[in-house]
């Protein structure tokens, strides 16, 4: 089998929209998707499970592309936008407790030793409004970029920027003691 080039595959599946043509598109960009997801944090199997969701809204969608030129572009804005809605559910999800193991968790947390790591970012993050530690956690836990936390809550770039910016700010106190006797 052949390869074609992408604006070929392209040409062709927007000309004859049909199983035949979407499978080259879906040969052509699949990994390419898979690709993109990976290098913003995805696990492999999230990355083709978006991949596919991407490509299924470009099957049932491709009549509605303005320009045909910018297949590419508007595919990736599809992906771009999966992400953003995948992010966005994961930010809701509430975290649930299973209560058979409540006692044994509780006696080895009062084991556990006050200096963990764990224990001191808890403490700083008490002194947080609720926004300050979401974006906290977001950025330096989960590694998210500035786009992406923007994106997922809705706000603009420069309001992440800033709430990251007064959070570290209101840690300085508690931080620079802890640095000096490092």
């Not at 929209?17 to 990994?31: D, I, Y």
């Not at 199997?45 to 590419?72: I, N, P, T």
């Amino acid at each position: 089998m052949y390869k074609l080039n992408e604006e070929t595959v392209t040409a062709r599946f927007l000309e004859f929209p049909g199983e035949a043509s979407f499978e080259e598109v879906f040969r052509a960009f699949t990994p390419q998707l898979i690709a993109f997801f990976r290098t913003r944090g995805c696990k492999p199997a999230l990355a083709e499970d978006l991949a596919q969701e991407v490509m299924l809204s470009v099957y049932l969608k491709a009549g509605q592309l303005r320009d045909r030129a910018l297949f590419r572009a508007w595919l990736f804005k599809i992906a771009r936008n999966a992400l953003c809605r995948h992010y966005g559910r994961q930010s809701r999800e509430v975290e649930t407790v299973d209560l058979a193991n409540v006692g044994d968790r509780a006696a080895a947390a009062i084991h556990t030793p006050a200096a963990t790591r764990a224990f001191e970012f808890r403490h700083w993050m008490a002194f947080l409004d609720s926004r300050e530690q979401e974006v906290m956690r977001l950025r330096f836990v989960e590694d998210w970029e500035y786009q992406e936390i923007a994106s997922a809550h809705a706000v603009p770039i420069g309001t992440v920027r800033w709430r990251v910016f007064v959070a570290k700010k209101k840690l300085v106190p508690y931080l620079k003691p802890r640095q000096k006797a490092a």
